[in-house]
């Protein structure tokens, strides 16, 4: 089955500063690679996914990379502010079975102001 | 438009006993995937239902099963409890299967004493 492994699982920054992070994942039959914040006490909420008919996708602040070939794509997020501390999963779905997720271990982004 | 909800919000059970947990989709989402999220494991998926039907399943036991009703609304239930199936218990909606985003309530937290 699929396997997404994520990097780094800890990551501290500067507010204003940059974030990066990465995932990697197993099977060329997936086609859908959400990323989640999650928030202490609450669920995972989508900030932003890619379809793997598109290189990069963009939101304001938060971009996300796809590289098909090496079975990459990464979350980067511009002027982190203290609000964006939070627990960040990337995810990927197999082509052709149904709505079933497999997620990355999680990266905890804390920006200090 | 209201979120994925979920309840009970938190739930104390002891071993051998059993518990079923409740998940309303967002309006007119009709496939409903619940997922298992515990420190050591992370976020893991536990089956879809689509139309009434389970569509796919994770690698859960026997004793995890689940159920959609005809207004999408969805129960799963676990018997037998053990220990380690203390977790946080999640449920995502979708509006269709396949390539539609998926969008989680806040989940339940389950422990078992």
């Known amino acids: 089955g699929e396997n997404v492994e994520q990097h780094p699982s800890t990551l501290s920054v500067q507010e204003g500063d940059s974030a990066v992070i990465k995932c990697t994942y197993s099977d060329s039959a997936s086609n859908y690679f959400p990323w989640y914040k999650q928030e202490l006490g609450k669920g995972p909420q989508l900030i932003i996914d890619?379809?793997?008919?598109?290189g990069e996708k963009k939101d304001q602040r938060i971009a996300v990379t796809l590289n098909k070939t090496a079975k990459h794509f990464s979350l980067h997020i511009t002027e982190t502010q203290p609000e964006d501390s939070a627990v960040y999963f990337c995810a990927a779905r197999v082509n052709n079975a149904g709505n079933m997720l497999t997620f990355g271990g999680g990266t905890r982004l804390m920006v200090k102001p | 438009k209201a979120g994925v909800t979920q309840t009970p919000r938190y739930l104390i059970k002891t071993r051998g006993q059993q518990v079923t947990l409740s998940c309303s989709p967002i309006?007119?989402?009709?496939?409903v995937s619940w997922y298992q999220q515990t420190p050591g494991q992370g976020l893991q998926f536990l089956f879809e239902y689509f139309s009434e039907t389970q569509r796919n399943k994770g690698n859960f036991p026997g004793r995890f099963s689940g159920r959609q009703f005809s207004n999408s609304r969805s129960e799963m239930n676990v018997s037998t409890l053990e220990l380690g199936d203390s977790a946080l218990y999640l449920c995502?909606?979708?509006?269709?299967?396949?390539?539609?985003?998926?969008?989680f309530g806040d989940g339940t937290r389950l422990s078992i004493l």
């Open positions: 890619i379809r793997s008919n598109v």
């Open positions: 309006s007119g989402h009709r496939s």
């Open positions: 995502a909606s979708s509006l269709e299967q396949g390539d539609q985003p998926q969008h």
